[in-house]
């Protein structure tokens, strides 16, 4: 059973920053693609940033500049660094797993609060 498990969230003013980590178990890490998701309330979940299993990255056009996805093999771990936060960036942000074969799974969500 795979389990990603986020952290790193939380209240913070506009223009600082957070770095969100997923954790995640098993041993197929490394030959996955990571996602980081968010849903803000009313919304659909939006894709935020993808990182593959060769390191290649995307942003969503909105955290473009002001979002960095990376990901440690070693601690089968993918960080999200989010600077330059505005209030339009709070929601709640998950991780995704896409293993190598199509299965995919998701985290429990870390809430992200963007407020003065």
């Known amino acids: 059973q795979v389990q990603l498990v986020e952290s790193g969230g939380g209240l913070v003013q506009p223009g600082g920053s957070l770095r969100l980590s997923c954790a995640a178990s098993?041993?197929?890490?490394?030959?996955?693609?990571m996602q980081w998701y968010r849903q803000a309330p009313g919304k659909q979940r939006e894709l935020v940033a993808g990182i593959t299993s060769g390191f290649n990255t995307n942003y969503a056009d909105s955290v473009k500049g002001r979002f960095t996805i990376s990901r440690d093999n070693a601690k089968n771990t993918v960080y999200l660094q989010m600077n330059s936060l505005k209030p339009e960036d709070t929601a709640v942000y998950y991780c995704?797993?896409?293993?190598?074969?199509?299965?995919?799974?998701w985290g429990q969500g870390t809430q992200v609060t963007v407020s003065s």
């Open positions: 098993g041993n197929m890490f490394s030959f996955s693609h």
């Open positions: 995704r797993q896409i293993r190598f074969g199509g299965n995919d799974y």
